[in-house]
């Protein structure tokens, strides 16, 4: 079954540094999605990307934040200087029709 | 932003009992989804709800999009220990032109079987 594969599963960071979480979406989807969970709390939006833009943001992504689709294959998200409370779970998710996601198995991002 | 209230958010069950566990929104959504969350892994879908009032069935999981389209509930009959793990729910609201069809989640009902 086609599934999304996001490396690195866990990445530690210096606060203040930069990380690229990276992201293969199925391949033939059309919908790109990146959410966060915050240990122990619920799943929350970041940021879809649809047409090669950003169709949708939340308050969380604001502008340390940024996504790229710099080939066909690859989908990032780049946190410019990373805070302790960046420290999370980063899940990149696609989907062909608007409905359905599949998830990738997230990224663990620790900031220290 | 939306809310979605999610009960319980914890359960001991013996195996072999059946779990209920729901949702609740103050506003509509047009699809329910339920996912299940393994440690250290991403949320699995398990039934996802387009229609206000409709019922689904997945093997032992049965959901239920609310006619109000404000609440859902899953249940899962017959449990065992497999059934271990993470139950949210997540709610779509679709905007009409736009390519963004984010989902709001629920904080999670953690499910514990007992053998």
């Known amino acids: 079954e086609p599934e999304v594969t996001q490396t690195p599963s866990h990445q530690v960071t210096q606060m203040g540094q930069e990380v690229i979480l990276r992201c293969v979406p199925i391949?033939?989807?059309?919908?790109f999605y990146w959410y966060r969970q915050i240990l122990g709390q619920k799943v929350e939006f970041l940021v879809s990307?649809?047409?090669?833009?950003?169709?949708?943001k939340s308050e969380i992504f604001d502008d340390q934040f940024s996504v790229e689709r710099p080939d066909g294959s690859n989908f990032t998200l780049k946190i410019r200087s990373t805070k302790l409370e960046d420290s999370a779970m980063y899940f990149c998710?696609?989907?062909?029709?608007?409905?359905?996601?599949?998830f990738g198995s997230g990224t663990r991002l620790t900031v220290v | 932003g939306q809310q979605l209230n999610q009960s319980p958010q914890s359960m001991f069950i013996q195996e072999g009992e059946d779990v209920s566990m729901n949702c609740t929104s103050s506003?509509?959504?047009?699809?329910w989804l339920w996912y299940k969350q393994d440690p250290g892994e991403g949320p699995v879908l398990l039934i996802a709800l387009y229609k206000a009032g409709e019922l689904t069935s997945n093997g032992r999981l049965t959901a239920q999009f609310g006619i109000t389209r404000k609440d859902s509930f899953l249940n899962i009959s017959a449990s065992i220990p497999s059934d271990v793990g993470i139950y949210f729910c997540a709610g779509q609201l679709h905007k009409s032109g736009a390519g963004s069809y984010q989902l709001t989640f629920g904080k999670g009902t953690k499910l514990s079987v007992i053998p």
């Open positions: 990307f649809y047409n090669n833009e950003i169709s949708e």
């Open positions: 998710a696609s989907s062909r029709e608007q409905i359905g996601y599949t």
């Open positions: 506003s509509i959504f047009n699809t």
């Open positions: 391949s033939n989807h059309l919908y």
